[in-house]
Each structure stands twice: as C-alpha cells, then as structure tokens.
C-alpha cells in the first residue's frame, strides 16, 4: 500500500477551524475546495492511487486526515487528538484503513496523539510528545530507528546531545536570551556543516491557554521586545540536524526552566538514538 493516499474533502465549516498564533481571518471555503481537487489530481497524476475517507463536515478541521493515524510498515496507528473536538475525525478513517489490512492498533484515554506531529523519514522517526502541568506547557521530542540501528543518525545525536550542556553552563539567570542561543549555535555549527542544520534554538512555552500552548519569544531575542532568562521562565531547546542524501533526521527537543541557581532539563530521557523492535 505504499503507493496509496488516503484524502479527505474539507468541510464545510472548515472556516471554523482551529486557529494558534494568528488571528482568524475569513476561509473561502469554495476556493479551498478547488485547491482540495488539485492537490488530489497532482497526487494521482504523481501514480499515487487515493482512497478518499468519508467527509466529517461536524469537524472543522477534518481535511487534515493524517493527524488520524500513523502508518509503519503493516501497522497503523490510530490517533487520539489533543483537541477533544478533533476526536470523531478518526472514526470513518479508521473503518477505510482496516480495508486495507493493517494490523491497527490504537491510542487510547489518558494519551493523545495527533498524527501529522509524526515524521518518518525512512526507517527513522521521531515524535514530538508534549503535556500540561500545572498550566504549564512540557515539551520533549526524539529519534527513533525502527527494526534496526541507524549509526549516521545516532553518531549525530550523540554530539549535538551535549549542546544542551553547553547552554546550561553558558547562561546565569538575567542573562539576555540569545545567549543561549549563541552558545548552542558555536557548539553545534563548530561540528557540523551549516547545510545539515535544519535548526537550532527555541521558544517560549509559558501559560498554557488551549489552543494556544505556545509563547511568542525565541531564544534568538529578535522579537519586538528582548527578554531575559529570569527565574521561572520556560522554554523548549531543539537540535534538528539532517542528511538529504541518505535521507534521515537526527532530532531531539527539551524544555529548559530557569531556576534561582540556573537551567533545569526537565526530561530524565537520553538524548540518544533509540532502536525500537517491528515485533
């Protein structure tokens, strides 16, 4: 089924779509929809065979179907979003894929996953789980192999692992933001080619106010105003390296809170590869 493209045609109150970061601006939903066709005869024209999952024109936001699952190898996952009025999305998606016969397993209660914060990049993966404690927003993200070790992706992590270290012993609290930033870019630029950093740095977390989990300051301090680490302040820290050629993406994510004494890594987890069984 590799060459198969599950779609769905957007609904009609997709006007009334979930909106983070922006303010809501009015959706022509016609003209969406002649996009909709076009971006299903490119995928056909491109030798992909779609099957179209029943439309669920109650869910603003159901276009979007690969947040309904995840698919690896003969095993689909289904997905539990974040956002309780995303939930009945997966239905009808769930009947059209065990069509297809796919050991189907499912996400379920307390857990959340939307599927599209999944990205396969050949044998590798890495996934990007987030919470709320407290109203505060907790972020951590990491590669995985599947089946089998991936030495190029690894030998990556276990470098660029360190830069987070390099942050902690670079900034005391007061400090401007972009002096973390510096700090991880000398480390990580000093060791890697700057064509294979996709990214580094960070944003704001902050109050959590669904849907809108995020802040708006990045480590970088380029925005309208410049802020300082001060205690209390928090904030996730990515390294996001790849290689175009071999086709993978070596990635992890913390959340780093400033104390009275200075950065707290708030995951336990190794930033290393982790291999991960087919079985």
């Given amino acids: 089924m590799s060459a198969t493209a599950l779609i769905r045609r957007p609904s009609a109150h997709l006007d009334e779509g979930i909106v983070s970061h922006i303010e809501r601006e009015p959706v022509d939903v016609a003209r969406a929809v002649e996009q909709w066709d076009g971006y299903v005869a490119a995928l056909q024209t491109s030798g992909w065979h779609t099957v179209e ?38 239905i009808a998606a769930e009947q059209t894929v065990s069509t297809f016969g796919y050991d189907v397993r499912r996400i379920t209660a307390p857990g959340t996953l939307d599927g599209g914060d999944v ?58 933001l972009d002096v973390a930033q510096r700090a991880a870019e000398d480390f990580v630029f000093s060791r890697f080619p700057r064509e294979q950093v996709w990214w580094v740095g960070g944003y704001a ?12 300051t990045y480590l970088s301090n380029d925005a309208f105003e410049q802020f300082t680490w001060e205690p209390g302040y928090v904030t996730n820290y990515e390294n996001i390296l790849f290689d175009r050629d071999a086709g993978f993406t070596a990635s992890y994510m913390e959340t780093l809170l400033m104390t009275e004494s200075g950065i707290e890594v708030l995951s336990e987890l190794p930033r290393t590869l982790a291999v991960l069984g087919m079985g």
Wanted: proline share 9%; glycine share 8%; hydrophobic share 40%.
């Fill in 53 to 90: 999952v029943p439309p669920a024109d109650d869910c603003p936001d159901s276009v979007f179907v690969e947040d309904t699952m995840v698919v690896f190898g003969g095993t689909v996952v289904i997905s539990r979003p974040g956002t309780p009025t995303r939930q009945p999305e997966t």
């Fill in 205 to 216: 977390l902050g109050i959590a106010m669904a849907p809108n989990w995020v802040g708006h």
């Fill in 119 to 176: 990205l396969k990049v050949g044998d590798v993966m890495y996934v990007d789980a987030c919470g709320v404690v407290n109203r505060y927003h907790a972020d951590v993200c990491r590669t995985f192999a599947i089946g089998r070790d991936h030495p190029e992706a690894r030998a990556i992590l276990d470098v660029t692992a360190q830069s987070v270290d390099e942050v902690r012993r670079a900034v005391r609290p007061g400090d401007p």
